[in-house]
């Protein structure tokens, strides 16, 4: 138990081993490249011997580097600036300590090998005098503590980034989590805002002894929650599915209104694949029940419709009813979560993607319109 917390907790590189490997790999590739070709610009004799020499060299320089890469990997954690001056100041004992093999390699053991007889015995001379070894390493090691800083920068640059990408995408899951937990709730809020309303209806229908329609009611009411509760809240749903529920719905508030209430709906069968949130239309519909057909002492025809425009679908619900009071507002206390859930749900899932606009017409009825992504329902 303590091995796996320890384990899921343990810090991740910002920049991998391999990454890091191919870095230095191709930073001394460079060095060798480069000496080479100067080597054979310049005619230098014994190039083989020398070539040979300056793998070794190099091979000693891919290992220090790689000691020293395992050296930053321990402050990963620190702060950048730390980093840096990390950097600087380990860059150069790493730096003498090639340039004092270097120096080893190529005028101690066995020059004789690379030059000939009278170039051998100057350099002789000038390594018996005092100090020669000590600024020939102090030269090579002031070049070689700038190419190691440079792989260092380039070490740093690759760490910062992946840094950044890391809190990128922690940041990204942490929205995408608000985003869902948002959309949860606004789905939730739908299902026990209807719920109070048909208790309502129900308690009413046993006030008045109507113990037929209330038995009915509950039935279609059991299947109503049966089928919306079935699915995931963030999962859309085909809207021959969602156009189901309403008609659940309706069916239970036609037990209230069976003289009033009036369905239609006008779907092309193309469309009844798309998919759509669900439960996105019952605050419409539920609204045009509450403030229509509730309020109407004539038949109320509600009205589901679809149709698409180009990548948009355009679903609207639509009722006949009398003319609503000036007072009533799309936000305002009347209309309570209905319209305003919808707002915040098309708003948190698409964006300006999507959008609720609403119309009263002078002649009476009203109509809701939700415009919304065409979203296909891949197999």
């Known amino acids: 138990m303590h091995m796996r917390k320890f384990e899921i907790g343990k810090h991740k590189p910002s920049v991998g081993h391999q990454v890091a490997i191919l870095s230095i790999l191709g930073f001394w590739l460079f060095y060798v490249i480069i000496l080479t070709l100067r080597a054979s610009i310049g005619d230098w004799p014994a190039q083989g011997e020398m070539?040979?020499?300056?793998?070794?060299?190099?091979?000693?320089?891919?290992g220090i580097t790689y000691l020293l890469y395992l050296?930053?990997?321990?402050?990963?954690d620190k702060a950048l600036s730390t980093r840096i001056i990390t950097?600087?100041?380990?860059?150069?004992?790493?730096?003498?300590i090639i340039a004092s093999f270097n120096h080893y390699i190529f005028n101690i053991y066995y020059p004789e090998n690379l030059w000939d007889e009278a170039h051998v015995e100057k350099m002789r001379e000038y390594v018996a005098q005092d100090n020669f070894a000590l600024k020939a390493i102090s030269e090579d090691a002031t070049s070689r503590f700038f190419f190691i800083i440079s792989w260092a920068s380039l070490y740093l640059t690759l760490s910062y980034a992946g840094e950044v990408r890391q809190v990128e995408r922690k940041a990204?899951?942490?929205?995408q989590a608000a985003q869902d937990a948002e959309l949860r709730s606004l789905r939730y809020q739908v299902n026990p805002h209807f719920l109070f309303n048909t208790l309502n209806s129900l308690s009413t229908l046993v006030m008045r002894s109507q113990s037929e329609e209330a038995e009915e009611m509950i039935l279609n009411l059991s299947k109503?929650?049966?089928?919306?509760?079935?699915g995931d809240p963030l999962e859309d749903v085909p809207l021959s599915e969602e156009v189901h529920l309403q008609n659940l719905y309706l069916d239970i508030e036609a037990v209230r209104f069976p003289e009033r209430l009036r369905t239609k709906v006008n779907i092309p069968d193309e469309l009844l694949g798309v998919l759509v949130p669900g439960l996105i239309l019952q605050p419409l519909v539920e609204n045009a029940i509450k403030h229509s057909v509730a309020h109407s002492k004539r038949p109320v025809t509600i009205t589901i419709s679809a149709r698409s425009d180009g990548d948009n679908l355009i679903l609207t619900v639509a009722?006949?009813?009398?003319?609503?009071?000036i007072d009533l507002q799309d936000n305002g206390p009347s209309s309570g979560i209905g319209l305003a859930n919808v707002r915040d749900r098309l708003e948190t899932r698409f964006g300006r993607q999507a959008s609720l606009q609403?119309?009263?017409?002078?002649?009476?009825?009203y109509i809701a319109q939700l415009t919304l992504p065409l979203m296909l329902d891949n197999p």
């Open 51 to 62: 070539a040979a020499r300056r793998i070794v060299v190099t091979i000693l320089g891919i």
């Open 172 to 175: 990204a899951r942490f929205a």
């Open 319 to 325: 009722d006949d009813g009398d003319p609503r009071p």
């Open 358 to 365: 609403t119309v009263r017409p002078a002649e009476g009825g």
């Open 71 to 76: 050296f930053f990997r321990q402050f990963e």
């Open 87 to 96: 950097a600087f100041a380990a860059a150069i004992p790493c730096a003498i």
């Open 224 to 230: 109503f929650y049966r089928t919306s509760l079935s």
